[in-house]
């Protein structure tokens, strides 16, 4: 046989080879994943939480643990079971309370609707309108104690509301607001419409402020009325803010409390007690500090049921 015509030269047998990549000390080591966006946000929201679970959380379940012993400062505490709570049910006081509290709940419509339409009144651009908000927004940043004094003087027999009504020929004779045992609850349930109507008519002015333009300019195009572009786009539109402020307000009625110590003190006759005033009654005027754990057991437990049920029934429902 002939040898190769074109033998391999030791040049071209040579092996290319690349040389090594040097790596970075430490570079073996697994690399970190970047942390996630719902890390981050339990991240920041950590402080808050645990200081909701220090001085919120831990209360309330401490607390309601309590509900169920003879807890005292100067002797042992025992476990009692239901007995706080066959105590207040049978004191016609708690029962009372109790049954105003659920009665304050008439008014939540009123504030609702009242604050509504304030809110319609002040969404209009007219002169000096800022005022106007600002005038209807004061009694919500009155304190309590402001508000009690100078409802204090209106209610009172020689008072202005009795002067105004009298001079309008409404009355012949002053009236005890609040020294009558049967219109001095209305009577705080009026203090309590009033001051609240100012906080719900901000929030549904945002509201109405956050509906689009668009919506109302197309239905005044297709021959809506005010009256049906208010049932049609604005009240849906609202429907998830009527739902929080009718929540908020529910628990404000059933929490009803400050007015009553002002005004009141539960008087007269304890007509004016209310179920959150009993539990202050007992545990700080009384020292009787499990049965107004009790108490504010009961009245939160009406608090969760009435709220669910606002949620279950308010709730917007998207198509």
Request: charged content about 15%; aromatic content about 12%.
């Amino acid at each position: 046989m002939s040898a190769n015509r074109n033998p391999v030269t030791p040049a071209q047998a040579e092996v290319h080879t690349e040389p090594p990549i040097k790596r970075p000390l430490g570079s073996g080591l697994r690399r970190s994943t970047p942390m996630r966006k719902d890390q981050v946000a339990w991240l920041f929201l950590a402080p808050a939480l645990i200081l909701l679970a220090i001085f919120s959380l831990w209360p309330v379940a401490f607390g309601s643990l309590l509900a169920f012993t003879d807890y005292s400062l100067i002797r042992e505490t025992h476990w009692v079971g239901l007995d706080n709570f066959r105590y207040i049910f049978d004191n016609e006081m708690f029962v009372t309370g109790l049954k105003n509290s659920l009665l304050f709940l008439l008014m939540v419509p009123f504030v609702q609707i009242g604050a509504l339409s304030l809110a319609v009144l002040v969404n209009n651009q007219l002169p000096g309108i800022r005022y106007f908000r600002a005038a209807f927004y004061v009694p919500v940043v009155t304190t309590v104690s402001v508000v009690g004094i100078m409802w204090g003087f209106m209610f009172h027999e020689q008072g202005a509301l009795n002067y105004v009504l009298m001079a309008c020929h409404l009355i012949g004779a002053p009236v005890g607001w609040l020294s009558n045992d049967t219109l001095a609850l209305f009577a705080i349930m009026f203090v309590t419409l009033w001051r609240g109507l100012g906080w719900y008519m901000v929030m549904y002015l945002a509201a109405l402020q956050a509906v689009p333009a668009d919506m109302q300019e197309a239905a005044i195009l297709d021959g809506a009325n005010r009256w049906q572009r208010f049932w049609k786009i604005t009240v849906p539109m609202l429907r998830p803010t009527i739902m929080i402020c009718s929540v908020l307000s529910v628990l404000a009625a059933l929490k009803a409390y400050q007015e009553v110590d002002v005004l009141t003190q539960g008087g007269p006759m304890n007509s004016t007690f209310t179920g959150l005033y009993y539990a202050y009654d007992q545990g700080l005027k009384h020292l009787k500090l499990p049965r107004a754990l009790a108490a504010s057991f009961i009245v939160s437990l009406f608090c969760i049921g009435i709220a669910l049920v606002c949620l279950r029934y308010l709730k917007p429902r998207h198509r």
